[in-house]
């Protein structure tokens, strides 16, 4: 009998040890004020992270919680992880970050967890989202629907189109290039031409642009599933002399990309609500770690903005900020 316990106990402890299979609760405390917030977001510079941090920085401000704000140069799992491992050094109470990689991250964010910090996943998310305690995003699948629709009915609902993924395995990128992907099936008359990566980089996606065209001078449209996608896209149109013929939609609403819309290099931006993802995930967190009721998975929405509603105030609430 003894020795079926200790084999037992020798069993538990083994399941207790591997590698992503124990996650711990957030330490609870009484108040949050005077509290450690690190915030990593995806990539430096991005409005759309900009954005999401005046939400986290007011947010956590109105819960006395001080906030370090420390981003990778690129939107790059390999940049990102030594991030996430100097955080967890600095010992922070509460870490939001927006995993640019959904399996990647997950060994770096199983050590902070592990470490007693509270964890919410922000804007993109991990295939095993149990390391964090609360996840707020863009539903992206639906986001890739709007797409195909606001995209078959610019271009009549008939020809060739073409989707720019930004990086593959980002759980954003692959959401918007599958939604986009089951919902333009049923749009009968479009030929899919399938998705091409240009990891972040406007360049690359000017690029594939070109190399498009010169294979098929007819392509009707383009659906650039992030800024940086949409910005590549408009240049790679511009050099081809395309602007205006070949239709655009794109993810996102930073201020680059409203120009595009006013001058008719992209005819249909879909936006996401970053500020808002931001409060609500700093929300979360403090419920997580004060032990009040956490929601798992917190839905955001997206507004689609044309040249014909940008005046709308639900349409110039949805711009992207530079600063707060
Ligand atoms: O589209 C957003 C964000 O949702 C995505 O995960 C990465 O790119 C952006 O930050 C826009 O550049």
């Known amino acids: 009998m003894l020795k079926k316990l200790a084999l037992v106990a020798a069993v538990l402890s083994v399941a207790a040890c591997s590698p992503g299979t124990t996650t711990s609760a957030p330490q609870t405390r009484d108040s949050v004020a005077g509290q450690k917030l690190a915030f990593v977001p995806g990539v430096a510079g991005d409005s759309f992270y900009i954005t999401m941090q005046c939400g986290i920085q007011a947010e956590a401000a109105k819960n006395g919680m001080t906030v370090d704000v420390q981003a990778p140069q690129q939107f790059d799992p390999s940049l990102q992880t030594p991030i996430v491992n100097g955080v967890i050094a600095q010992k922070p109470a509460a870490l939001l970050i927006a995993p640019t990689d959904a399996s990647a991250l997950y060994p770096p964010l199983l050590q902070a967890n592990q470490a007693g910090i509270a964890i919410g996943l922000v804007d993109t998310t991990l295939e095993r989202a149990d390391v964090a305690a609360t996840s ?125 819309l006013q001058q008719g290099e992209v005819q249909a931006l879909i936006a996401q609500q970053p500020y808002r993802i931001g409060t609500d995930a700093v929300d979360q967190i403090v419920a997580a770690m004060t032990g009040k009721p956490v929601t ?3 839905p955001s929405g997206t507004v689609t903005v044309t040249q014909a509603n940008l005046g709308d105030p639900a349409s110039q609430q949805a711009v992207y900020k530079t600063t707060c």
Do not use: C, M
């Open 136 to 260: 707020v995003s863009t539903d992206n699948a639906a986001g890739g629907a709007a797409a195909a629709d606001a995209l078959a009915q610019l271009v009549g609902d008939r020809g060739k189109v073409l989707v720019i993924a930004f990086k593959a395995g980002a759980s954003t990128s692959d959401a918007r290039q599958h939604g986009f992907e089951d919902r333009i099936k049923a749009h009968r008359g479009i030929t899919y031409l399938g998705a091409q990566i240009n990891d972040n980089d406007p360049a690359k996606a000017a690029s594939i642009i070109s190399a498009t065209l010169a294979a098929h001078p007819d392509l009707a449209g383009v659906f650039a599933t992030n800024q940086f996608a949409a910005e590549g896209t408009a240049t790679g149109l511009r050099n081809a002399g395309k602007v205006g013929a070949v239709k655009v939609v794109g993810f996102d609403a930073g201020p680059v990309q409203i120009k595009q």
């Open 296 to 298: 798992k998975q917190v």
